[in-house]
């Protein structure tokens, strides 16, 4: 299994920017899937999952501006960033866990058994 993150860049704030993760080696049915982030300094924390009912679940501090989704053909996970702020800036994981659902604990980060290499975003 691979997960694979791209789109990464430095935004202004204000701005918007895609992230993308390709996942080979598993498909994304019977799994929760979604972003991490860990700036400097600081833990790893959960921003958005979606299950593969397509259910969706924020963090507070995105709600509403950053949108996941996922491309089942394609198998890839995406992460929508609107009106990034400084604070966004981290680097950004994406994480897979089969046969969860997303539910309780979502963020808790041991729940995911597949990791991607990150991708790093800086808002300014």
């Known amino acids: 299994v691979q997960l694979v993150e791209s789109g990464g860049a430095s935004v202004q704030a204000g701005g918007s920017l895609m992230l993308s993760c390709s996942i080979s080696?598993?498909?994304?049915?019977?799994?929760?899937i979604g972003w991490f982030r860990q700036a400097p300094g600081k833990q790893r924390e959960g921003v958005a999952v979606?299950?593969?009912?397509?259910?969706?679940t924020y963090s507070d501090s995105v709600q509403g501006r950053f949108i996941i989704s996922n491309d089942p053909y394609k198998n890839t996970l995406y992460l929508q960033m609107n009106s990034l702020e400084p604070e966004d800036t981290a680097m950004y994981y994406c994480?897979?866990?089969?046969?969860?659902?997303?539910?309780?604990?979502?963020?808790?980060?041991?729940?995911?058994?597949?990791w991607g290499q990150g991708t790093q975003v800086t808002g300014s």
């Open positions: 979606i299950a593969s009912a397509g259910t969706t």
């Open positions: 080696g598993m498909t994304i049915d019977n799994v929760c």
């Open positions: 994480a897979a866990a089969p046969g969860y659902r997303c539910n309780g604990g979502w963020f808790y980060s041991v729940k995911y058994n597949y």
